[in-house]
């Protein structure tokens, strides 16, 4: 899952007024989109009333409406003023923190309407209320969507930015902005930082924005961090709008809560560790039992269907790999069986045949063409049914629903110093590795990945990779 892994300061005066007659084609409109976003919001109210009280609930709601309650149009009124404050119509985030945003929302405004209706012993009344702040997000978020397509359709949403550095922190802050495409940011120039003050006006980046016909300003220079304080200073003396992308190698993605003091320019970024907080870990234990029991109940024929199948050659039906687990402590993880009885041995024979895939294997520990995969075996590897016993894995606590993909005792030299991240969470059936390419992805991506993962840690990321799992399976992307 490609995630934007740099922080980006925004500066939230008001912008330097650009002429932007220079551009070719399209104009960006902040007003036109953030009246564009807000309408789709307002039109998300009909069409989630019309989904609760036709076609999701039907008869199960006939005479009552979900917005009849009279605190209901308030709450609604509430959260879409929660939505403005937090920048919701005028800034641009990732189609995941803005989905947070609006879910965390619904979320919050169910609870105070379930409190209400306890209180006032109308509960069972209030049930098609509940479904409609449930839904709205949903809904909401779809029709975001389409306008924001919409407005890259009519040029009206791409925002042109000139980035000011030349170096790999200017190529990957381009890269990971470009990662999401409805951001809208259009890269419309590189500039060299001492280019860029080289003139002495006390406009310098006004006019560079002018040139170039941009509405904002990347700063993404590598390791000189007093030519860095210029440019900012800069900035912020002409008042332009500029963002900040810290030298990843220096930085690397954290969450963190910033602290200033008054009148002072030190600024103190607090770790954020919300794995090691014991309520965080009590929902992600609850949420990985409830969850691995309703799967393995849901999916009970297809799991006997697949042990029948894996019998048929007169080997085990499962398969127990012995993996390395939360705190270096091991498990065995369960697997229908994807291989030939006695497949280790077959294996060593063919990587001493074959140098090409010796290397491989040194590489990846994986095999593009496994020659001791069955035939049925690639099936379930494919879609990666094999995995499906890892639920009793989950439910034991031994692996997590989401998480680092467990290892063997030989990957461990592999993960280095980064081990500590890995040892802090338990192993899962998903995780970003999985969602990013799996094995066409190097080892060492994999590692950073883990640690990504496990550094930044929210249950809404774990939400994130289990929806971004379901489109992985079915492409069958990176399985081998």
């Known amino acids: 899952m490609e995630l934007l892994t740099s922080y980006r300061f925004i500066n939230r005066l008001p912008a330097t007024r650009v002429d932007l007659s220079v551009m070719d084609g ?198 000189d961090g007093a030519l860095q304080r210029k440019v900012i200073e800069c900035a912020l003396r002409e008042r332009v709008a500029f963002s900040l992308v810290p030298h990843p190698n220096a930085l690397p993605a954290f969450p963190f809560v910033a602290t200033s003091c008054f009148g002072q320019d030190p600024v103190m970024l607090s770790y954020r560790d919300s794995l090691s907080q014991p309520f965080s870990r009590m929902i992600k234990v609850a949420i990985d039992v409830i969850a691995a029991a309703l799967l393995l109940l849901l999916s009970s024929p297809l799991f006997v269907v697949l042990a029948v199948i894996s019998r048929l050659d007169g080997g085990p039906m499962m398969f127990a790999h012995r993996r390395v687990g939360a705190g270096g402590r091991h498990f065995n993880c369960l697997k229908f069986r994807t291989m030939v009885v006695d497949g280790d041995h077959l294996l060593n024979e063919t990587l001493a045949k074959n140098p090409a895939l010796a290397a491989e294997w040194a590489t990846s520990r994986k095999l593009t063409n496994d020659p001791r995969v069955t035939r049925i075996g690639r099936f379930m590897r494919k879609t990666s049914l094999d995995e499906l016993p890892q639920l009793i894995n989950v439910l034991r606590l031994e692996m997590s629903l989401v998480g680092p993909r467990p290892i063997v005792d030989s990957e461990i030299p592999l993960y280095g110093e980064a081990i500590a991240q890995y040892y802090a969470t338990r192993p899962g059936l998903t995780g970003l590795w999985q969602v990013s390419g799996r094995s066409n992805t190097s080892y060492a991506r994999r590692v950073q990945l883990d640690v990504w993962y496990v550094n930044n840690w929210t249950i809404w990321n774990d939400i994130a990779v289990l929806m971004k799992t379901i489109p992985a399976v079915i492409r069958g992307q990176g399985a081998h």
């Open 26 to 223: 399209t104009r960006c409109r902040p007003g036109v989109c953030s009246i564009v976003l807000f309408i789709a919001d307002c039109l998300a109210v009909p069409a989630t009333y019309w989904c609760i009280r036709f076609a999701v609930f039907g008869p199960l709601v006939t005479g009552r409406r979900p917005l009849a309650s009279p605190d209901a149009p308030v709450l609604l009124a509430a959260m879409v003023l929660y939505l403005i404050l937090q920048g919701r119509y005028t800034e641009r985030t990732t189609f995941w923190n803005e989905s947070r945003l609006v879910v965390g929302a619904g979320l919050c405004t169910v609870g105070i309407e379930v409190a209400y209706s306890l209180i006032a012993g109308n509960f069972i009344t209030r049930i098609p209320t509940f479904a409609f702040f449930l839904v709205f997000p949903a809904v909401a978020t779809g029709l975001n969507r389409l306008s924001k397509h919409f407005l890259n359709q009519i040029g009206a949403w791409a925002l042109p930015i000139v980035v000011i550095g030349d170096g790999p922190s200017a190529a990957r802050a381009e890269a990971a902005l470009a990662s999401d495409p409805l951001l809208g940011y259009r890269f419309v120039g590189r500039v060299d930082p001492d280019d860029a003050l080289s003139d002495g006006s006390p406009s310098r980046l006004a006019s560079l924005l002018n040139r170039h016909g941009a509405h904002r300003l990347l700063v993404a220079i590598d390791d």
